[in-house]
């Protein structure tokens, strides 16, 4: 079955660097790839998503990318600020599937100020 | 905004009770699912429900789990007989328009049991 490899595990960046989280997938018939936020004590948050027939999305200071031959798949987020230290989650979901979604393990973000 | 609620936020339970995990999703969805993350661990996908019926389900979802939408609003996740290791937190999730689109996450219930 599908298996998503998320990292780095943990990132620290300064206010207004930028972060990038990388993503891989096994399965080539991944065909949805949602990245999430999570807030301490609160569930994920949808931030950003990108389908397979494009290869990337910008909305503000945050963007993916997909490389489909590669199967990686990455969050970019620019001009960072402390509000977004979270925890970000990847996740695929396959084709044919009822749009159940494989989580990465996670990157905890820190952003000092 | 219209978000996923879920109560309660924490329930703590002795091995081999019963419980009752309650969401309410967004009122114009029609699609639904249950995840859980054990702490320090992934978050796991457990099962989807559409159209009043279960339309997938995990390896970790045995008979154990069952789902149930028993009004127009609200959607719950029942152990029957809870073990130590069902010990984690429960997300519900619900899209408004199916498989491989958005899905909105609860805050989550947190189930401990003893």
């Known amino acids: 079955g599908e298996n998503v490899e998320q990292h780095p595990s943990t990132l620290s960046v300064q206010e207004g660097d930028s972060a990038v989280i990388k993503c891989t997938y096994s399965?080539?018939?991944?065909?949805?790839f949602p990245w999430y936020k999570q807030e301490l004590g609160k569930g994920p948050q949808l931030i950003i998503d990108?389908?397979?027939?494009?290869g990337e999305k910008k909305d503000q200071r945050i963007a993916v990318t997909l490389n489909k031959t590669a199967k990686h798949f990455s969050l970019h987020i620019t001009e960072t600020q402390p509000e977004d230290s979270a925890v970000y989650f990847c996740a695929a979901s396959i084709v044919g599937s009822q749009g159940n979604l494989i989580f990465g393990k996670g990157t905890k973000l820190s952003v000092k100020p | 905004e219209p978000e996923v609620t879920q109560t309660p936020s924490h329930q703590v339970t002795q091995m081999g009770q019963e419980v009752i995990l309650r969401c309410v999703p967004i009122?114009?969805?029609?699609?639904f699912y249950w995840y859980r993350q054990i702490l320090g661990q992934k978050v796991e996908f457990l099962v989807s429900?559409?159209?009043?019926?279960?339309?997938?389900k995990s390896e970790i979802f045995d008979d154990q789990f069952s789902v149930e939408r028993p009004d127009g609003s609200n959607f719950t996740l029942k152990i029957r007989s809870t073990k130590l290791e069902d010990s984690a937190m429960y997300f519900c999730?619900?899209?408004?328009?199916?498989?491989?689109?958005?899905?909105?996450f609860g805050p989550g219930t947190r189930l401990t049991v003893t």
């Open positions: 399965d080539s018939a991944s065909n949805y």
């Open positions: 999730a619900s899209s408004p328009a199916g498989p491989h689109n958005e899905q909105y």
């Open positions: 990108i389908r397979s027939n494009v």
């Open positions: 429900f559409y159209n009043n019926e279960i339309s997938e």
């Open positions: 009122s114009n969805h029609l699609y």
